[in-house]
């Protein structure tokens, strides 16, 4: 199983950023994808989450109407749209695999730097 998120960058308040999360070694068709993030000096916090059905999607209150994630299997890929973002959305995120969008994750890849900073 391997996972490797991509995308990050330096953005300004407001701004938008999409990253992506490309799986391998393992049917990502099955098993739901969840981005994960950690801010400096914070714990890691799971953000998005989407299981196997595209229309099953849950985000925590300080992203939702503001990150939207999705899948293409067929590409093996997961992405996150990051829209409006804030000074606090900065941090390392993570896309992982192999348990529940209810609860942890087996599998996790290298993470993508998301700075937002004027």
């Known amino acids: 199983v391997q996972l490797q998120a991509s995308g990050g960058g330096l953005v300004q308040p407001g701004g938008s950023l999409r990253l992506s999360c490309t799986l391998s070694?393992?049917?990502?068709?099955?098993?739901?994808v969840g981005w994960l993030r950690q801010a400096p000096g914070k714990e890691r916090e799971k953000i998005s989450c989407?299981?196997?059905?595209?229309?099953?999607?849950w985000n925590p209150d300080s992203v939702r109407g503001r990150f939207i994630i999705s899948r293409d299997n067929a590409k093996s890929m997961v992405y996150l749209q990051m829209n409006s973002l804030k000074v606090e959305d900065t941090g390392v995120y993570y896309c992982?695999?192999?348990?529940?969008?209810?609860?942890?994750?087996?599998?996790y890849g290298q993470g993508t730097l998301v700075t937002v900073s004027s």
């Open positions: 989407i299981g196997v059905n595209d229309e099953d999607t």
């Open positions: 070694g393992f049917a990502m068709e099955l098993y739901p």
């Open positions: 992982a695999t192999g348990g529940d969008c209810g609860g942890d994750f087996g599998h």
